[in-house]
């Protein structure tokens, strides 16, 4: 989650936000996927995501981006009872009618602080917004040879945050 002050700095009198949690999932796994803990997080294979936030709206909006990892360089770093906190956040400006993406490479670069590289990394890339957006996430996977990818286009659903008071 965002720090109260990430929140301040989108709008100073909302108290109403709206929450987009996308799953992220990025870079090769080449252990093979067997019933040991120590071996792979999931099968086999090349992973990326890619998110894409749309602002349909009239008005330039100021969103915050916060980047959770679960798993880094193949290791679940937040596998219960561990638990981990967002190691990467942002502000963003989205005019009217403009959109941004979110892909691995940025997901690596904002992953830095925890030790991304290009091996698997999970996790989840927190949007809060002072207004609704569109909000899509991307995934595609192969396997290690690259033949045969799957891809599919998920529309992520907000949820409403409402910060401070009743």
Request: proline content about 5%.
């Amino acid at each position: 989650m965002p720090t109260p002050d990430m929140l301040k700095q989108l709008a100073l009198t909302k108290r109403k936000y709206f929450v987009y949690n996308v799953k992220f999932v990025c870079g090769i796994q080449k252990n093979k996927f067997e019933n040991e803990c120590e071996g792979a997080i999931v099968s086999r294979g090349l992973y990326s995501t890619e998110i894409n936030i749309l602002n349909f709206g009239t008005k330039e909006v100021r969103i915050a981006k916060a980047f959770t990892p679960v798993v880094v360089k193949n290791e679940a770093i937040a596998r219960e009872p561990k638990i981990q906190g967002p190691v990467g956040a942002e502000l963003v400006t989205l005019k009217p009618f403009n959109a941004t993406m979110d892909d691995c490479c940025k997901i690596t670069e904002m992953l830095k602080k925890a030790g991304a590289d290009d091996q698997l990394k999970i996790g989840f890339l927190e949007i809060i917004s002072p207004v609704e957006l569109e909000v899509v996430a991307v995934y595609t996977v192969t396997n290690l040879e690259q033949t045969n990818p799957v891809i599919n286009v998920v529309p992520v659903v907000a949820k409403s945050l409402t910060v401070g008071g009743r």
